[in-house]
């Protein structure tokens, strides 16, 4: 076991999520909303996740500076101090240095866990046995830690990780990190039985990472190490150096570069929930097969069809099959299951088109 | 030319108009929207309509009780006497009757027009042209006339007046009303060319069409004599003799039985718009053949659809062909429009699932 004084939780809530427009909206992207139904937005569910890891003042969340106060609305019993705002969206390896950076002045010893705010995670009990792992795994090692998970299908939305099968024991050595694959490719991932799917979860100590940075992405971390961190001239000072820093994720930036990756094969009931269809394929149906996620619904002839309404207006939908249908105050979407990762290009069409008031 | 002081036209604005739902709702009847989008709603354009016809003061609105204050604020050049309100809803005949009688206790000579509240005229001269010349046809005579329309293609949610083609003049007399029909049978009447559709437009005066009141819907016409028109007492003694009518058309009660019946073939470009499809056909299209009526609507691969939109919602609709998408603040309606007639039983669901509130 490690000292849960030392283990900080950095829950990653700077995302758009745009393949839920129209619920996800800029003002408010999908980790502000309880797309699940289950009474808490995804960001309270990651951060009531986190706390059987770390001390409630160890969780840190990354945001957008533009909802700061969605953030500490949506979470009350945050210090203002545990909100760390990014200016400017600039992908999840400026971040993650941030964060590391500002946890390593406070305390070099850190451990870190990094959470994306907007997972599903069925089995917690499964989930806090991996991270605690994980964080054991990483106490005074030069490891880079991520959680893998089982694969169960072919998905093509996802990264996939194939690591060491010869390793013994609980922890794997990292073989590669993949990009979404075409579905002929995710489907030999699926067969060969060594490869797990990039859930986005990163375990770590303040040190490991930081020297990935400087070995990696040096220039990054020149700039950020100009900040004076944990004071009052840390906000301004990130305000000038941030846009200046390299917009990149930091799979692509620091983990497909190093040497010391390890996962750790987890199966906790996990989904990113990244599309209406990921959403549709974890929820109840009718049986019809249809997910109809709201009251004042009347569905006819409908078929593998998911309707969400955020409104308390009725609809009447006839004679739809695998369909989204999804009524929020600012816009209604009709499209095909098929179309999912679309919805960005719809979203695009709207920015083009000088509509970016629904966007 | 008949002299306009003795012309008098009944607009019927009591129907509900439930193929329109969800535009059309209990509170606000099609006849009250601009569902042309012409700025004008069907009441509105109607009363415009009869006053190339007759004088303002001798225009009369038949609606229902509920929706006084609508027909007064839609038409406020209206005095309160003009607005004839029927406690209940019970069909065509009641409410043609109770005008007859009040327009007789004023004016014994009457001409009578009926109109319906809620149909589509292209060309006002043409129909001008021919409601004088029923006028003029009615003028002291018992006849009991009807508008009837050459029709265009064979309609099966229309009634038709079959005539006798060997009739000279533009008056010809009636052999037979007839039902919505088959396909079948409306493709045999296009091709017989002695049919007409049913407009719902009739002409007559005020002593022909009691007469006909006397003979074939006699208890009817005794429970209204006791009525005191024109004085205070009017409203009052309706609300008690009202209920006790028979439920019934004027089609039915009146014009299927009776001899002296006689219809005008027209041809100014009417439809009676009863349906969403019956709007989309006479509605502009894009090059996919879709009728957009609203702003903020984006279509991608979209067909042959009617889409309407009373929010300043957006709206995105990908895929369907030959839909119906209609969006108020109170509801959502998605169906083929091989359904439109059946939006009727959408609406009766709707009333036995305790969802009042949304019809």
Redesign the interface.
């Known amino acids: 076991m490690t000292d849960k004084q030392n283990c900080y939780c950095v829950i990653m809530a700077g995302g758009v999520g745009t393949r839920f427009w129209?619920m996800s909206l800029n003002a408010k992207p999908k980790q502000f909303h309880d797309i699940l139904g289950v009474g808490k937005s995804f960001l309270q569910q990651t951060y009531q996740r986190a706390l059987d890891i770390v001390p409630k003042e160890n969780v840190l969340i990354l945001g957008c500076l533009a909802h700061k106060k969605l953030i500490l609305e949506q979470l009350p019993e945050l210090n203002e101090s545990q909100v760390v705002l990014e200016p400017t969206g600039r992908d999840t390896a400026p971040c993650n240095l941030y964060a590391a950076m500002k946890i390593a002045q406070k305390n070099p010893d850190a451990l870190m866990l990094i959470l994306p705010s907007d997972h599903m995670i069925e089995d917690q009990k499964e989930f806090v046995k991996n991270i605690d792992a994980a964080l054991s795994y990483a106490k005074n090692q030069d490891r880079l830690i991520t959680i893998g998970i089982k694969p169960t299908h072919p998905n093509t939305g996802y990264g996939y990780i194939q690591y060491v099968l010869e390793d013994k024991g609980e922890l794997k050595k990292v073989k590669t990190f993949t990009e979404k694959p075409t579905l002929e490719f995710a489907e030999s991932f699926l067969a060969s039985g060594d490869f797990l799917w990039n859930s986005g979860m990163f375990v770590w100590s303040c040190k490991a990472i930081l020297k990935a940075y400087q070995s990696f992405l040096p220039s990054m971390y020149q700039q950020l190490e100009q900040v004076d961190f944990n004071t009052e001239n840390e906000a301004s000072q990130i305000l000038v150096q941030y846009e200046k820093l390299q917009k990149i994720s930091i799979d692509y930036g620091i983990m497909e570069n190093a040497e010391n990756t390890y996962v750790i094969p987890s199966d906790f009931g996990w989904s990113d929930i990244g599309t209406w269809t990921a959403l549709y394929d974890v929820s109840k149906k009718d049986v019809a097969e249809n997910a109809i996620l709201s009251k004042?619904v009347?569905a006819?002839n409908l078929e593998r069809t998911i309707v969400k309404n955020t409104e308390n207006?009725?609809?009447?939908?006839?004679?739809?099959e695998d369909y989204i249908?999804v009524?929020t105050?600012?816009?209604?979407?009709?499209?095909?299951k098929s179309?999912d990762q679309e919805i960005k290009n719809?979203v695009n069409?709207?920015k083009l088109?000088k509509?970016e008031d629904?966007v």
Chains 1, 2 share one sequence.
Do not use: E, F
């Not at 207006?313 to 739809?320: A, P, Q, R, S, V």
């Open positions: 129209p004042n009347r006819y207006k009725l609809m009447i939908i006839d004679g739809l249908v009524n105050d600012r816009a209604l979407l009709i499209c095909p179309k719809y069409d709207l088109n509509l629904y």
